[in-house]
T-cell receptor, first 113, second 115 residues
Framework: DADVTQTPRNRITKTGKRIMLECSQT?????MYWYRQDPGLGLRLIYY???????NKGEISDGYSVSRQAQAKFSLSLESAIPNQTALYFC????????????FGPGTRLTVL | GNSVTQMEGPVTLSEEAFLTINCTYT??????LFWYVQYPGEGLQLLLK?????DKGSNKGFEATYRKETTSFHLEKGSVQVSDSAVYFC??????????????FGRGTSLIVHP
């Protein structure tokens, strides 16, 4: 079974709709992250959480919110989706040591019409 | 702030050619450096890493050396295969202005290997 799972894998929605993307992990890591990937722009950090009570904004948090329901679950919400939020979204986890790598989920492809 | 710059792609090579993908960084303190690979339709996965100056990371025939004097971490492979076709991301983990260690990624370099 995958260590980091994301649901849904694909989603098409309309402008103005509320969308939630979910991430679960079985790696036992404290740290979780949400990124978006756009062609030519690489990965950009939306939000990150170092534990259940610690939530931080990344470089592009406007229009997004998150919830860390448990150590293993970290959800990303788009309160009112807009077309320029069409992208590939990745969840990732890491151990607290700064030298440790990140482990990524398979991604959610979101299309906002 | 911290940043990673890597060469733009796509890089197109014939099978068995030598590969270099350049990566330079700007960071405070002593960052850890990473190369991730993303195969089509998948998430990123760690390819190799180095946590201190002069360390060499290696995996699957790929190598990169942490060069503090030139702030670089160039990815190399002596003989690429078609199966190496993917997007490669250089990344670092370094102390941010807030004092915690936040990952920073480059924009990715697409590699296309022809038979």
């Amino acid at each position: 079974d995958a260590d980091v799972t994301q649901t849904p894998r694909n989603r098409i929605t309309k402008t103005g709709k509320r969308i939630m993307l979910e991430c679960s992990q079985t790696k036992g890591h404290d740290r979780m992250y949400w990124y978006r990937q756009d062609p030519g722009l690489g990965l950009r950090l939306i939000y990150y959480s170092f534990d259940v009570k610690d939530i931080n904004k990344g470089e592009i948090s406007d229009g997004y919110s998150v919830s860390r329901q448990a150590q293993a679950k970290f959800s990303l919400s788009l309160e009112s989706a807009i077309p320029n939020q069409t992208a590939l979204y990745f969840c990732a986890t890491s151990d607290r040591d700064r030298g440790r790598e990140q482990f990524f989920g398979p991604g959610t492809r979101l299309t906002v019409l | 702030g911290n940043s990673v710059t890597q060469m733009e792609g796509p890089v197109t090579l014939s099978e068995e050619a030598f590969l270099t993908i350049n990566c330079t960084y700007t960071a405070t303190g002593y960052p850890s450096l990473f190369w991730y690979v993303q195969y089509p339709g998948e998430g990123l996965q760690l390819l190799l890493k180095a946590t201190k100056a002069d360390d060499k990371g290696s995996n699957k025939g790929f190598e990169a050396t942490y060069r503090k004097e030139t702030t670089s971490f160039h990815l190399e492979k002596g003989s690429v295969q078609v199966s190496d076709s993917a997007v490669y991301f250089c990344a670092l983990s370094a102390e941010s202005s807030g004092g915690s260690y936040i990952p920073t990624f480059g924009r990715g370099t697409s590699l296309i290997v022809h038979p």
